[in-house]
């Protein structure tokens, strides 16, 4: 045992902090422990001694110390004193393990993870670049246009609501207040929903995961875009389908080609509000079509609204797909319009297929985090995303008109895009060369990254552009980007590169 001579153990409190001051004796204490200047078994000076010590009120050293020992830092007995615990498990000297065989890892690991998509993903995950390096790589809402604080204030309030209920494991088809506000959200944008058809989930991409466990089995169909979202293609290649691309008109996909190539399908997974990567818009009438041809087929339409609300001129889309047709697959996400650190998304689906989904679920992660659903719930309730969305969707409109002017700057005239109205990337067609992953790679040397057709293209074609992100940086640096970018492109056209070989899927 030890005993202390400073009786303020040369602690300090400070007067002006936002933190009370027996919140910051504790925070001092637990720092302590921590670093070890007071080892298991310090004796703590009696409450007395120590305010005196520090010249404070005696109430306060008692908060702390009562707070210290119901949180398991410290152990209090009557007539004896207060003294930093011991801890749980002694520290086990390590040592190193004898040599042995070293597991055959290559030869253990499944299709799922092996196949061409997941060696391809490979070759993209750790792009090289310079801590200046523009980034138009990123789906993902500015950091400052974050709302922590707005964010801060439901998670407290979330815990003062429902305490130890936030803290556990949350119903499997997830909070029902969170359910009734998704809702009555997505009857506001003209999708009937209940409560009851909602499941939430840890992301869309793990609904999307759910969807491809539980309708592919290996070897079957599924169709795709001719380039789509990147997260879908490895998910399903993992689950052992064959993707089977669909060309596309103006409108939408073709119906010719989907008749054709539908047949026995498990599904058709579309984006009909902003393609991810084109940012193309299925139009009200092929909309229509898709759905009877869905049920003519027999092959169920997966609709990813993973943008939803991102409008950035302030016109509605057309009617969703699930409005049209109660039995699509309808998935939504607050990961783009708030923050992708929530892990919250959802699906709607037909009763019969929810109920398996959701035991699905359930063994895959036991459920999402409670107390970001209630945290979630309390930000829509007050309004919070309403608002939030008034201040940023200005901003992304900004963003895109600034990357879409410098672009035209910068590049020569033979390139041309659109500019989209939903979302938050725009797509670069290069029909005509340069090759998409050597832009890529030039672009890390001139200090831009982008997103190459590499990983979202199913057919060569599908792979011949460039995706754009325009959310992450502000307007000058985008203008720098398309400057680099533009360098990186006349770049590789003098070194005449040759397009890669033809993607093969699962
Ligand atoms: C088209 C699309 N769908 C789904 C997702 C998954 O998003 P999350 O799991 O964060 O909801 C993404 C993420 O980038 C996406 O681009």
Not at 137 to 150: G, I, K, S, T, V
């Amino acid at each position: 045992m030890q005993t202390n001579r400073d009786q303020s153990l040369g602690l300090r409190l400070s007067a002006t902090s936002r933190l009370p001051l027996y919140r910051q004796l504790f925070d001092a204490v637990v720092a302590r422990i921590h670093d070890g200047t007071f080892p298991k078994g310090f004796r703590l000076p009696p409450t007395r001694a120590l305010a005196k010590g520090l010249e404070t009120h005696r109430n306060t050293v008692v908060r702390a110390y009562e707070e210290l020992a119901a949180a398991g830092f410290v152990e209090s007995t009557v007539g004896r004193g207060t003294f930093v615990a011991a801890p749980l498990v002694a520290p086990r000297p390590t040592k190193a393990p004898p040599p042995r065989a070293p597991m055959p890892w290559s030869t253990l690991m499944s299709p799922s993870v092996t196949n061409d998509v997941f060696t391809r993903a490979e070759r993209f995950a750790h792009p090289v670049a310079s801590t200046d390096a523009v980034l138009l790589n990123r789906l993902q809402p500015a950091d400052e246009l974050l709302p922590h604080e707005l964010f801060r204030r439901c998670i407290e309030r979330a815990i003062e609501d429902y305490g130890s209920k936030a803290m556990g494991y949350a119903p499997i088809s997830g909070v029902q207040r969170l359910k009734e506000l998704i809702a009555h959200d997505l009857a506001r944008q003209g999708v009937p929903a209940t409560p009851d058809d909602l499941l939430i989930t840890t992301g869309s991409q793990q609904a999307l995961d759910l969807l491809a466990r539980a309708l592919i089995s290996r070897g079957e169909t599924f169709l795709v875009d001719e380039a789509t979202y990147p997260g879908a293609i490895r998910l399903l290649a993992a689950a052992g389908a064959r993707l089977v691309p669909v060309p596309c008109d103006d409108e939408g996909p073709n119906l010719a080609a989907l008749d054709r190539l539908g047949r026995g399908a498990k599904g058709c997974y579309l984006m009909p509000n902003c393609q991810n990567p084109t940012g193309r818009r299925i139009s009200q009438a092929r909309r229509e079509e898709l759905v009877e041809w869905s049920h003519r087929a027999g092959v169920p339409l997966i609709e990813d609204d993973y943008a939803s609300d991102l409008n950035l001129d302030g016109r509605a889309p057309p009617a969703a797909l699930r409005t049209l047709d109660g039995e699509v697959l309808y998935l939504g996400t607050y990961s783009k319009k708030l923050s992708p650190a929530l892990r919250i998304g959802y699906l709607l689906a037909p009763r019969s297929l929810k109920d398996r989904l959701e035991l699905l679920k359930h063994a895959m992660d036991l459920g999402t985090s409670a107390l970001m659903q209630y945290a979630l719930a309390e930000f829509l309730d007050r309004g919070y995303l309403d608002a939030h969305l008034r201040v940023s969707i200005p901003r992304y409109r900004a963003r895109r008109d600034a990357l879409d002017a410098a672009l035209k700057k910068a590049l020569p005239s033979r390139y041309h895009w659109s500019s989209p109205q939903t979302g938050l990337a725009l797509w670069l067609p290069l029909p005509d060369g340069p090759d998409a992953e050597a832009v890529w790679l030039e672009g890390q040397k001139h200090g831009v990254l982008v997103g190459p057709g590499t990983v979202s293209g199913v057919t060569e074609a599908g792979r011949q552009g460039l995706r754009l992100g325009f959310c992450v940086e502000p307007p000058g640096r985008l203008a720098e980007g398309a400057k680099r970018l533009a360098r990186a492109l006349a770049a590789v056209d003098r070194r005449e590169v040759k397009p890669k070989t033809q993607l093969e899927v699962v």
